[in-house]
Each structure stands twice: as C-alpha cells, then as structure tokens.
C-alpha cells in the first residue's frame, strides 16, 4: 500500500473525529404531555392524559395496582409547564399517624410524605425538568425511582 495522500489523510481525520462524538442525548421537558405520556408508557404503564378546560394537564396510571398522578406544574395559561409532580394516595389509610409519617420522611430521599386535607397519607415527588429538558433517560430513571417508592411506601403505611 502506497502513501496516502493529505486530502484522504484529512478526511479520514475528520471521519473519525464525527464517529467519535458522542451522540446527544434527546432532551425532554414538560412543554409536552404527550412526550411524557409515551415515556410513562415506555415503563409498560398505562397512561391517560387528562386535560380540563382552565386547569393545568395531568396524567392517570398505574403501576402494581397503585393508581398515580403526574402532574404538570409551573404551567403559563395551562401549558408550557416546567416542573413535573408524581402524586399517589391511599383513601383506605387514614389512621397513620403524623410520626410514621415523618418517620417516612426523616429516613426517605426523594419523595415526601404527608396527610392531605381529607386525611389520606399522600406521597409526593417533584422532577424538575426546566429550561431544555434533561435526557430522556434521566426522565426514565425518574419514573424508575418512583416506582420503588410507590412500592415502599405502600408497604410503609399497611405495616403492621
């Protein structure tokens, strides 16, 4: 094999220069429910935007049978959000006390834990997913994580 020529030697520099860029990671952000819905579904969850004239847009799933809310928050006239909460509750559980559920908060990451206004224990985490988004894999890790705490905190409230 002869010598290789500059322009060869160049474009060869700059084909490997291209394969080696890492590819960039889809960002994704709240702007779009339906984005959020598919990567919900991506997790083999059910999911069903809701959205109700005046009010901000939410979607319904499950998981394990423990019904769950995403809701989109930091919204400008009920679109364009910035921020995402996951929301779950138990109607069937209100004689936890406040001191198992600070216990829950004292010695969890991630979520927190309170009664609301009616008296069910809820449990709450905020994702926060401004400005150009953050990966969509990072998005899926989320909902990953709150898939272990549902299941923990389930198991948290009807402990004996």
């Known amino acids: 094999m002869g010598p290789i020529s500059l322009r060869t030697a160049l474009a060869m520099g700059a084909a490997l220069a291209f394969a080696a860029t890492p590819a960039q990671a889809e960002l994704v952000n709240a702007k779009s429910p339906a984005t959020i819905k598919a990567i919900v579904e991506s997790q083999g969850w059910p999911a069903t935007i809701v959205s109700k004239p005046g009010e901000d847009p939410y979607i319904e799933s499950n ?57 069910d224990p809820v449990l709450e985490m905020d994702v926060d997913i401004d400005f ?26 009807f402990a004996k």
């Open 63 to 119: 998981r394990n049978d423990l019904k769950f809310l995403v809701l989109f928050m930091n919204c400008t006239d009920n679109k364009n959000c910035k921020t995402l909460q996951y929301y779950m509750g138990f109607t069937d559980a209100k004689n936890v006390s406040l001191e198992r559920l600070n216990e829950w908060n004292k010695t969890k990451r991630f979520a927190r834990a309170y009664r609301d206004k009616e008296g």
């Open 132 to 157: 150009a988004g953050i990966p969509r894999e990072n998005l899926g890790e989320t909902f990953n994580t709150w898939a272990s705490l549902m299941d923990s905190y389930r198991d948290f409230i």
